[in-house]
């Protein structure tokens, strides 16, 4: 589910920047948006101006939210299988923009701000793609999204200088947006219970 939804994002933002460009010799699909970690389990920086933007995922948030009701799925032997209600998450993303030319940075970053400006909400209506790497929906279930909304993420400078740190690098330009809201909904279960088949009404 989360790997479907960077993967559409980062297939959404890299035409959308190869179509604003109109560069082809610096700007065509395959090597503007990437998808990985900006640093290595070993602290090596893990950007190279071969792409323009990085995206990573950097936290992961509860939406929390009152009233939320189990769900009942029926079972071939006509019981029912009783499943938690759906975690609703929010995702937090880093757009890092590097490039050895540092006016190219700031113009490829504009370029992500552009994008969320003008595509702030994908809908599986308006948007067919958006569970194109999804292969098995049928048995996978849990990795389809319905929708998704992007919010600009205004850091302070010491939040910025905490995330920065996290990551054991130099500050890049760079943008956190927040993704609202991913639902993670797991299908199988252990809890069965037996259906009502009578009512009894007993008068006073």
């Not at 604003?20 to 190279?48: A, H």
């Not at 792409?51 to 929390?64: A, C, D, F, K, S």
């Not at 010491?158 to 947006?177: D, H, R």
């Amino acid at each position: 589910m989360i790997r479907t939804a960077l993967q559409f994002i980062q297939s959404e933002l890299e035409a959308y920047m190869v179509s604003r460009e109109n560069d082809p010799g610096s700007y065509k699909t395959g090597n503007v948006v990437d998808l990985k970690p900006i640093v290595l389990p070993n602290g090596n920086i893990n950007i190279t101006d071969s792409t323009h933007v990085t995206i990573m995922l950097v936290n992961i948030e509860e939406e929390r939210r009152e009233g939320k009701q189990a769900y009942y799925l029926p079972t071939p032997d006509k019981k029912y299988l009783r499943l938690n209600p759906p975690v609703e998450i929010d995702l937090f993303l880093l757009f890092v923009a590097n490039n050895s030319d540092y006016p190219t940075a700031l113009r490829d970053l504009s370029d992500v701000i552009g994008f969320f400006q003008s595509h702030a909400v994908f809908d599986s209506q308006g948007y067919p793609s958006l569970n194109a790497s999804v292969t098995d929906a049928v048995n996978k279930p849990w990795q389809l999204i319905d929708r998704l909304s992007f919010k600009l993420v205004s850091l302070t400078f010491e939040q910025q200088n905490n995330l920065w740190g996290m990551l054991s690098s130099k500050y890049m330009p760079s943008a956190v947006y927040r993704v609202k809201l991913l639902t993670a909904f797991e299908t199988k279960g252990n809890d069965v219970v037996t259906s009502v088949s009578e009512l009894d009404f007993v008068e006073n």
